[in-house]
């Protein structure tokens, strides 16, 4: 079962290591989202307790597509940004393949994403969704790098705000530039764990945390994270040696009937702050 694992680990590599070009399509809007409290599992899905008011019933079986906050329309081939068919993107040459993610939480997380496009047809594995969480790296960071906080209200959650904040204020300007990435940037990208909440008041909602790989120009220690899966090739032509490095982002969405389909960013870490420890 390990070597069976490994093995569909490292297709998904494969599959997702050239990246497309795409745009941020992002506004304002959201209502503040909800931190995770402590959890425990129940059939086969992780459910977490919370205190909050009441809602809605429960959320009906319909088939709704993507949106991401502030996302006014679903990207098509046709569309700048939009993805493309498979190996038709650049790629990263210089980057090699080394080793594979961990294939139990791989195979985890594909099984309760699985059960949740079963129970509530929310396909986490789509390309629409996989679209979607580029982008929200992509404007996060780049807001960050800039110093305009004001531009993740509504959508990130107000706790994670006040957090980046504090993280970045530690950042030299130049260090803080660094955090910026764009799509070209990022290599792969994995869910690390997947959770469907549900409150005292019967209103449900849904968390998934992905991890980032992606190019930096960050100069400091090495991302163990990165390293022992990538290997990036050494520059030849003078231009600024790149690693690779990860970030860490939460998204939740409540999935109560009535309740807006948007999701919204409730935790941000990058390895870049390492640099301010």
Not at 31 to 58: D, E, I, N, Y
Not at 168 to 189: E, G, N, P, Y
Not at 211 to 239: C, H, M, N, Q
Not at 265 to 270: L, P
Request: aromatic share 10%.
């Amino acid at each position: 079962m390990q070597r069976i694992s490994s093995l569909a680990a490292c297709r998904e590599l494969g599959s997702l290591a050239a990246a497309s070009p795409g745009v941020c399509a992002w506004k304002k809007g959201m209502t503040r989202s909800k931190q995770p409290a402590a959890h425990q599992q129940l059939a086969g899905m992780t459910v977490r307790p919370f205190t909050g008011v009441p809602g809605a019933q429960s959320r009906g079986l319909c088939r709704r597509r993507f949106v991401f906050v502030g996302q006014k329309h679903r990207l098509f081939s046709s569309q700048p940004g939009a993805d493309g068919p498979p190996g038709s993107s650049g790629g990263h040459p210089g980057v090699s393949v080394v080793g594979i993610p961990d294939p139990i939480t791989w195979i985890r997380c594909k099984v309760i994403i699985y059960l949740i496009n079963l129970y509530f047809e929310i396909d986490m594995s789509s390309a629409e969704f996989e679209r979607g969480v580029k982008q929200a790296l992509i404007h996060v960071s780049n807001m960050m790098s800039s110093g305009r906080y004001h531009k993740l209200v509504g959508i990130v959650s107000n706790e994670m705000i006040d957090y980046v904040k504090t993280r970045c204020k530690s950042l030299t300007d130049a260090q803080r530039q660094h955090l910026a990435v764009t799509m070209d940037d990022i290599i792969f990208m994995l869910p690390e764990d997947v959770s469907v909440v549900f409150d005292r008041y019967g209103r449900k909602y849904c968390f998934i945390v992905m991890r980032f790989w992606f190019l930096s120009t960050y100069e400091g220690p090495d991302d163990p994270e990165g390293t022992k899966i990538f290997k990036v090739a050494s520059s030849e032509d003078g231009s600024p040696e790149k690693k690779i490095v990860t970030a860490v982002y939460e998204f939740h969405r409540e999935l109560t009937r009535g309740a807006s389909p948007d999701w919204t960013v409730t935790t941000v870490w990058h390895w870049h702050w390492k640099q301010a420890e």
